[in-house]
């Protein structure tokens, strides 16, 4: 089928929405734009949308559904995909609108406004359903904001109607095919009349004067046919009250009319003003569905990484669930190995302690038994100094007593005036502690040991 084409190969396209239309009605018109050998063709693989809009397979692929109630019926269905919906675009912009031998869009393009939109929907030959899709697609949607100008009008939604079998949901719209024509009839009418809000007609007063003197004459040849005057007169009375009743009314509806009119201007310059701002307002929103476009595509690569990151994540969390099992096991075994070395070192070191303890006790053993000993020589060492001492006072006591005996003889011998040199007691007595220890046997030194 010439209509599909690849992913690859087919131009992407932004779904393009109006304010106030839902957008079944829109989706509706684009299906409208495919003939009716491809429509067949190209819904047999979009199984979700005539899933939803209970339509079966069979029905399309022997086109026992009409093709116009087809199209109505998938119509709310179209973005449960949106390369359904791509394929639809694309198709109208290759294949263009159907209408060009009719009316030159690409012309009328230039100078688009709502009176030109209504200048070519009066036209009996122009189909409403090829403007909708012109105003939605040409240009990315540049002008759509017009279509809701073709909705505002009940002549253009019954002429939709008759040209698709699309019913817009609106209140006091009569479907009937009959007022379409009707409508069309009223619509080409050089001097369309003026009617109020509840669709009666608006008299000028030229005219509602000449409508009251010729109801006046029918009533009046009426009357001629009563016999009674007086009957005749009243009759002409109540006519009269009710002919000035009108004349009134037809004054208040021109007063009406008139401040209707300064209102409606004052609409209509609002409504430039807003539609404007729609303008705007839309070329703001095309913006930034490009900008949603493109951050679609981001959010796909985004996607595809966040799903690459989380597959890393599991191989990770499986790494980290090997290594903490290892691990476990690692810290088990360095448990058992470093409570195996503090024991060997434990014992080691009790082996020392107790080697190191008997040495320290038979250190301090030899150390109070040399004491003892040291003990017992300075006690014989302080007995033998007792006795040393007292031979040495003894000694003294001798030496003082030769000395004095020595003394006795010096005097003895001066008082006989001996001539001979008397000796110095040093030469007389010659000797030294040295001596007298030798000569006792005591040297007044410590022994050593």
Do not use: C
Request: aromatic share 8%.
């Amino acid at each position: 089928m010439a209509l599909r084409k690849t992913t690859k190969e087919a131009k992407k396209n932004a779904y393009i929405e109006v304010d106030g239309i839902e957008n079944k009605y829109l989706d509706a018109a684009l299906l409208h734009s495919v003939d009716e050998e491809k429509i067949y063709g190209i819904t047999l693989d979009e199984l979700k949308i005539l899933k939803k809009a209970g339509v079966t397979v069979a029905e399309v692929k022997k086109k026992t559904i009409d093709e116009v109630e087809l199209k109505n019926r998938i119509s709310p269905y179209i973005l449960e995909n949106y390369n359904f919906y791509n394929l639809l675009v694309n198709n109208w912009h290759e294949n263009g609108n159907p209408q060009t031998d009719v009316i030159n869009f690409e012309e009328i393009s230039e100078s688009l406004s709502p009176q030109v939109i209504n200048d070519i929907l009066d036209r009996e030959d122009v189909l409403v359903h090829t403007v909708i899709n012109f105003l939605r697609f040409y240009k990315n949607g540049e002008y759509k904001s017009l279509i809701s100008l073709i909705f505002s009008e009940e002549s253009n939604l019954l002429k939709l109607y008759e040209e698709t079998g699309i019913k817009v949901e609106r209140e006091n719209i009569n479907w009937d095919k009959k007022k379409l024509t009707e409508v069309n009839d009223l619509d080409n009418d050089s001097n369309p009349d003026k009617r109020d809000k509840t669709g009666d007609r608006i008299f000028s007063s030229k005219e509602a004067l000449t409508f009251a003197a010729g109801l006046i004459t029918d009533v009046a040849a009426e009357l001629s046919k009563f016999e009674e005057k007086d009957t005749i007169n009243e009759l002409y009375e109540v006519e009269k009250e009710t002919n000035e009743k009108l004349i009134n009314e037809n004054k208040e509806i021109s007063k009406e009319v008139k401040s209707k009119n300064t209102q409606i201007k004052s609409f209509e310059k609002e409504k430039q003003r807003n539609e404007k701002t729609i303008g705007k307002l839309n070329e703001k929103i095309d913006i930034q569905q490009k900008e949603i476009g493109k951050m679609g595509l981001q959010i796909g690569e985004y996607r595809v990484t966040i799903e690459n990151t989380e597959k890393n994540n599991q191989s990770l969390k499986s790494q980290i669930e090997t290594l903490n099992k290892d691990k476990k096991k690692n810290e088990e075994k360095i448990k058992k190995d470093i409570i195996q070395e503090n024991n060997l070192k434990s014992l080691k070191m009790q082996v020392n302690f107790d080697e190191k303890t008997k040495g320290y006790e038979q250190k301090i053993y030899d150390l109070e038994k040399r004491i003892k000993e040291l003990e017992e020589y300075n006690s014989n060492l302080s007995e033998s100094l007792e006795n040393n001492i007292f031979e040495l006072n003894k000694v003294k006591s001798d030496f003082f007593e030769l000395e004095e005996e020595n003394m006795k003889i010096k005097e003895k011998l001066n008082s006989k005036e001996m001539s001979v040199v008397e000796p110095s007691v040093d030469e007389e007595i010659d000797f030294s502690e040295e001596d007298l220890g030798a000569f006792i046997g005591f040297d007044n030194k410590p022994t050593q040991n």
